[in-house]
């Protein structure tokens, strides 16, 4: 699967100094940058598909948040990608 290229540190969609952009398609790099932004999207927060993302205000970052549920939760997200 070939993906537009982000910046790892910024996350912005990567532009070269000549203005291009540039695409991911290195197995690793791509399953990396998936998994970052999918941990990345909170719950409710895309307005094209509420669904998605993980419910961080719901259940980590609570006070004393089970653990036991938080590690699957995280687990569960990136087990659903398909080259995970």
């Keep these: 699967m070939t993906d537009l290229r982000l910046d790892p ?5 990567y532009v ?22 999918r941990l990345q999207l909170f719950a409710g927060e895309w307005f094209l598909n509420t669904r998605l993302g993980v419910p961080y205000y ?3 970052l609570v006070k004393n948040p089970n653990l036991t549920v938080v590690r699957a939760l995280l687990r569960s ?6 080259d995970v």
């Design 58 to 60: 719901r259940d980590v």
């Design 9 to 13: 540190t910024t996350g912005d969609l």
């Design 16 to 37: 070269s100094d000549v203005g291009g952009t540039a695409l991911v398609s290195e197995y690793l790099a791509g399953v990396r940058q998936r998994l970052m932004i």
């Design 77 to 82: 997200k990136i087990l659903a990608d398909v």
